[in-house]
């Protein structure tokens, strides 16, 4: 009804409302101050200025804006407003007394006047708030097509509460909380009441008829989140879970209705969040050329995302692929255009072609993401791995010392501890390479280590999703074979610290967390499609690929320390390497075609004593 009425009537009515407010808080002040008696006799004596008195009140109200703010949405800043708007119509008031010799109006009188106004004035304003919210929130219930709860009592729960509050056409209606904070059972914010927790999410879905469950818990880590999420799906079964993202993808600080979207791979594999300092990268990076070789893969790409926040003075991305370095300088032009950005196809195993590249731009820093890594494949395909891991590696720290670059790092993998394949024999190797080089250069070279990332070419994920979505089944290798995880926006950022902070010579590698299993990863994806495992789809699995492992490791136990970058660990020196190695690393690469693969991968150990193959395969 009142949504009906025009402006002007709207107007009329809260100008009428402050009116009789004012007036009673006025008449409040003298009945406080003054017998019955000596009430009616001052109030006779000061009502031929009570008008005006009101008037310089609302004339006030109206400066500072309280009546183009709608009521129905009042709350602490209108009430500051009120406070502020009551003070300087107080003044107003004493001033206009001073003048006029025939009003003298008591001090006690103004003083309970200026309380009592901003009591009955926000009085008003509440009582609007609370009976608009409380018909809403009527109406929702009433015509909701969900009924929430909204798990988590924190900071973001209610911020998203607020935010649902606000906006009740959406049909959602919130029941209440559940939280695991037994200090807060019982509890109410904004009116909604925090329920119970995790356990009793059963429960309270069959007595509120709940048929949604929105997360609320950014700061909740990978194995927590896993750990809920199993307990929800157990007890909650078919509804619908929602969740706000994590603080590192929040889009803004808000929680938001927007922010709300299905559980995704990445929020059960989500970290702690590490504030990192900014301040080394920058001093790295900026105003300086910074050369990324393979900037057009998954790694590469996000380096060169990250790199270009940084405002280098240009950047040049190397790769094979013209569709890849296309896609990539398009992106980074859109977001970064005032920065120079030139894209390079070229094949980093081509040294003149690499040698035309430094000539040209000049590179300062140089990030080498280049490398075959699928294990199997390479397994097949030997000479391949050798030729583009070990022959770019070569040229390209030869060229770094050359031209005396400042900062040369190698990403490198997991796969090269203990490696019993031939990509990670070959990363080893490039790992190496940059040491040896180490000796003999100006440039400092580093190596930073790293597992599986998340949505990288090749990864396990998106062969899952498309596995799914035909229907099933799903393929994994073997019921108890782990990996660890890691989203590449946080490795990139921790290769950029290790780059920063590092020392020339050293191996950096990241804490990964825990290893997570790939066939739970499988049950996972398949719940997040709403589906169930070995139910509506069907995990097969189809024992260990040539050179894949049951358990991958970063280091080994001990070797590690720590660094002053959270997350980041800098390995224990160990090169022994004879004098030929670099000799003995372009032999290989040179005389690799007239070998089989019996004969490979027995070239290879000797650059690699770890290194060993399954014997099956030789």
């Known amino acids: 009804m009142i949504k009906e009425l025009s402006t002007n009537t709207r107007l009329a009515i809260k100008l009428s409302l402050d009116f009789f407010a004012c007036l009673f808080a006025f008449l409040l002040g003298?009945?406080?101050?003054?017998?019955?008696?000596?009430?009616?006799?001052?109030i006779y004596q000061i009502a031929p200025y009570l008008l005006l008195f009101l008037s310089i009140r609302l004339s006030v109200f109206a400066a500072f804006r309280l009546y183009s703010?709608?009521?129905?949405?009042?709350?602490?800043?209108?009430?500051?407003?009120?406070?502020?708007?009551?003070?300087?119509?107080?003044?107003?008031?004493?001033?206009?007394?001073?003048?006029?010799?025939?009003?003298?109006?008591?001090?006690?009188?103004?003083?309970?006047?200026?309380?009592?106004?901003?009591?009955?004035?926000?009085?008003?304003r509440l009582l609007v708030r609370y009976y608009s919210t409380y018909r809403k929130e009527k109406s929702a219930e009433q015509d909701s097509k969900r009924r929430v709860l909204i798990y988590g009592a924190g900071d973001a729960g209610e911020q998203l509460?607020?935010?649902?509050?606000?906006?009740?056409?959406?049909?959602?209606?919130?029941?209440?909380?559940?939280?695991?904070?037994?200090?807060?059972?019982?509890?109410?914010i904004h009116n909604?009441?925090?329920?119970?927790?995790?356990?009793?999410?059963?429960?309270?879905?069959?007595?509120?008829?709940?048929?949604?469950?929105?997360?609320?818990?950014?700061?909740?880590?990978?194995?927590?989140?896993?750990?809920?999420?199993?307990?929800?799906?157990?007890?909650?079964?078919?509804?619908?879970?929602?969740?706000?993202?994590?603080?590192?993808?929040?889009?803004?600080?808000?929680?938001?209705?927007?922010?709300?979207?299905?559980?995704?791979?990445?929020?059960l594999l989500r970290r702690r969040q590490v504030h990192l300092d900014p301040v080394p990268v920058r001093n790295l990076i900026e105003g300086k050329s910074v050369l990324v070789v393979g900037g057009g893969g998954s790694i590469g790409?996000?380096?060169?995302?990250?790199?270009?926040?940084?405002?280098?003075?240009?950047?040049v991305i190397v790769d094979s692929s013209e569709f890849n370095i296309y896609k990539v300088e398009e992106e980074l032009h859109r977001q970064f255009p005032d920065l120079t950005i030139t894209g390079q196809v070229a094949d980093a195993c081509v040294a003149p072609l690499m040698e035309t590249v430094f000539t040209?731009?000049?590179?300062?820093?140089?990030?080498?993401?280049?490398?075959?890594?699928?294990?199997?494949?390479?397994?097949?395909?030997?000479?391949?791995?050798?030729?583009?891991?070990?022959?770019?590696?070569?040229?390209?720290?030869?060229?770094?010392?050359?031209?005396?670059?400042?900062?040369?790092?190698?990403?490198?993998?997991?796969?090269?501890?203990?490696?019993?394949n031939v990509m990670g024999a070959t990363k080893r190797i490039c790992e190496l390479i940059c040491q040896v080089e180490q000796l003999k250069s100006k440039t400092e070279f580093l190596t930073v280590r790293f597992g599986n990332v998340l949505g990288s070419s090749g990864s396990v994920i998106p062969k899952f999703a498309e596995q799914i979505a035909a229907g099933g089944p799903i393929t994994v290798t073997h019921p108890d074979i782990t990996r660890y995880f890691m989203l590449i926006s946080e490795a990139v950022e921790l290769v950029l610290q290790a780059g920063a902070t590092g020392e020339g010579g050293q191996i950096y590698v990241l804490d990964m967390g825990e290893p997570i299993k790939i066939a739970d990863l499988a049950e996972y994806m398949i719940e997040l499609s709403?589906?169930?495992?070995?139910?509506?789809?069907?995990?097969?699995?189809?024992?260990?690929?040539?050179?894949?492992?049951?358990y991958e490791s970063l280091y080994f136990e001990g070797e590690e320390e720590p660094t002053r970058v959270p997350n980041l660990f800098v390995l224990k020196p160990n090169l022994s390497v004879n004098g030929t190695f670099h000799r003995d690393v372009l032999t290989l690469v040179d005389e690799q075609f007239k070998m089989d693969v019996h004969q490979l991968k027995q070239e290879i150990k000797?650059?690699?004593?770890?290194?060993?193959?399954?014997?099956?395969?030789?």
Not at 166 to 186: A, C
Not at 194 to 212: F, P, T, Y
Not at 533 to 546: A, E, N, W, Y
Not at 608 to 614: I, S
């Open 30 to 42: 003298y009945y406080i101050r003054f017998t019955w008696a000596d009430f009616i006799k001052e």
């Open 69 to 124: 703010t709608m009521w129905r949405y009042s709350a602490v800043h209108s009430l500051i407003a009120l406070v502020k708007a009551t003070a300087v119509g107080t003044v107003a008031v004493i001033l206009t007394n001073y003048l006029l010799a025939a009003s003298r109006i008591p001090r006690s009188v103004i003083l309970i006047d200026f309380f009592a106004v901003i009591f009955f004035a926000g009085g008003i």
């Open 161 to 188: 509460l607020r935010n649902l509050l606000q906006y009740q056409d959406s049909g959602i209606f919130v029941v209440g909380f559940v939280d695991d904070d037994q200090l807060k059972l019982g509890k109410y």
């Open 192 to 267: 909604k009441k925090i329920l119970g927790n995790r356990e009793s999410i059963a429960k309270l879905i069959k007595e509120h008829s709940i048929n949604a469950i929105y997360f609320c818990v950014p700061s909740m880590t990978g194995s927590e989140a896993r750990n809920i999420f199993k307990i929800v799906k157990e007890q909650a079964g078919d509804i619908e879970v929602k969740t706000i993202p994590g603080l590192n993808d929040l889009v803004t600080g808000r929680i938001t209705i927007n922010e709300l979207r299905r559980f995704e791979i990445r929020d």
């Open 301 to 315: 790409s996000e380096l060169c995302r990250q790199i270009a926040g940084f405002k280098p003075n240009q950047l």
């Open 360 to 420: 040209r731009f000049k590179p300062q820093l140089v990030f080498h993401a280049a490398a075959y890594k699928h294990v199997p494949l390479m397994e097949a395909n030997p000479w391949a791995a050798i030729y583009n891991n070990l022959s770019s590696t070569h040229r390209l720290a030869h060229l770094a010392s050359r031209f005396n670059i400042e900062r040369f790092i190698l990403i490198s993998s997991d796969k090269a501890v203990n490696p019993t």
């Open 530 to 550: 709403g589906l169930r495992p070995h139910k509506d789809i069907k995990i097969q699995f189809t024992g260990l690929r040539p050179g894949e492992k049951m």
């Open 606 to 618: 000797k650059l690699v004593p770890e290194y060993q193959p399954n014997k099956n395969e030789e």
